[in-house]
């Protein structure tokens, strides 16, 4: 770390201009030195000089940040579009780490590791008390080198021992395309990186030989990546040479202008839809952004998170890398999309928020960060028991454990109320801890109304003061008692709320698809069980069921690209 050291001095001399400058360089170095030779303890060099750094990088942005170890390796992930491993995505089920799915054609995949599947050591490694990140670190490692997974599985009730080798990995960030029985094609796009353009043009192309009638582009919770394959993204949709963005920092090299660098592949007269959300950030306001400026798509959804900055990155040495926010990126109508300065220093917002802009065709944007979608649609919120069943892991660890003898296929997987049943017993060995619609604000007020003493009751001596709380305390047994049967009546049956049903369903749908789909199972089509999964989650989607309606609709769609009159 002394030659990162040594690197930012040398960088902050060559940049600083004045005297006060190098006096603060030689204090900080001077204080480095002191504390090395003197601390009552032997230091850390190597954290001590990357908290100097960080500290340094505190006042800035955010995205200004010194990269090290799993944060450099995610960037160089991102950079290179693969990664050494075993191709399984993981995550926490009820404190277990799990396979949520092997990617087709990897490692894990050929070897036979399942969804649903337990990792409970990696090597001699036990994964209890790992986070997420620590077993990925664990997990990933040199292409070519072996990995040992012991893992249990559920529904074969063993312990299985896989020894698989790693291999190269690529980043899949276009998870899954397909098209509707109406000829809509939708694309789903994850996040940006190295191959992110090419694997969305070959999905486009492959719904454009399907007589596609509207597409529909969802970069809900994709938090943006590489600029430059947002903008082989636009490419497709527009005229060559179409300005597309343009960049301003503070050296010329970093004023930019971005223009389509060919002839659209997709012809006017298909409609598309964007879908946003306030998980949409950079890359993917890029791509919404101009589309809307350009009047080439309606924008569906949320108002999109607002971030308009653009990193450069510079290494330091083979273990660090440097990255800084060079430039702030507009969009065709000139919005800057960084939302409202949090800095209050007018550093990183051009304008104010009720700034207004115009689209080539006229119609009215407005500016001061983020994305404003033409058709505001609200996504449904999960109900409090499927949110904790989500949580807990519930859909995954019995669907993977359940018989697959018993299930039927129909355009998805058929929930039947046998498998409600069988569900519904599954969760009741469960300690499934949640609180209803109502109940926490209920507790809220209750224990509010416990906590007040008889300061406040219009009786004047001390023995009706008493009589008067031992009423209201009898009453406040009866209102709690009659409250708590209510609500524990509600979690015994709950299939009686319907909204309850809906979501339990489409979620044993959407996890059955992912541990079935692609095997020995026959779903009577290609695709593999994490695309199956995302194909039948759009059948309760109601932005996306709003939003191919409206595609269909072409009266309504150009309505909505329409300046107002």
Known sequence: MKQILTIIFIASFCYGSNANEEAMLNLFDEAYYKLKASYVDSINSEEVIKSGIKGMLKPLDPYTKLLVGSSKDRLEMLTKGKYGGVGISIGFRKDTLTVLSPMENSPAYNEGIWPGDKIIQVDSISTIGMTTSDAADIIRGEMGSEVVLHIYRPSERKKIKFTLTRASIKVRDVPYCGIDENGIGYIRVTRFSRHTANDFRKGLMKLKKEDLKGLVIDLRGNSGGLLSNAISIL????????????????????????????NKSISTDIPIAVLINRGSASASEIVSGALQDLDRAIIIGDKSFGKGLVQSVFPLNDTATLKITTQKYYIPSGRLIQKEDYLKNGVLTDGNKDTTFKTIGGRTVKGGGGIDPDIFIEAEKLPPLVQALWRDGAFLNFCASYDKKKLTYNNGIQITDEILDDFLVFIKDDSIDYNDYGEFYYKKLLGSLKKRDGMNNPKSNLLEKIQFWKKKKTYLDILSS???????????????????????INGLEREFSRVTCGTSFDCFNENTGSQERIRVSLFDDIIYNETTKILLDLNQYYDILSPEK
């Open 482 to 504: 009659e409250f708590n049967v209510y609500y524990e009546n509600r979690k015994n049956y709950p299939y009686r709320d319907k909204d309850n049903k809906k979501w339990i």
């Open 235 to 262: 490419d497709e949709f527009v005229d060559r040479n179409t300005l597309l963005l343009y960049t301003k920092g503070r050296t010329d090299k970093n004023n930019k202008q971005f223009r389509a660098r060919r």
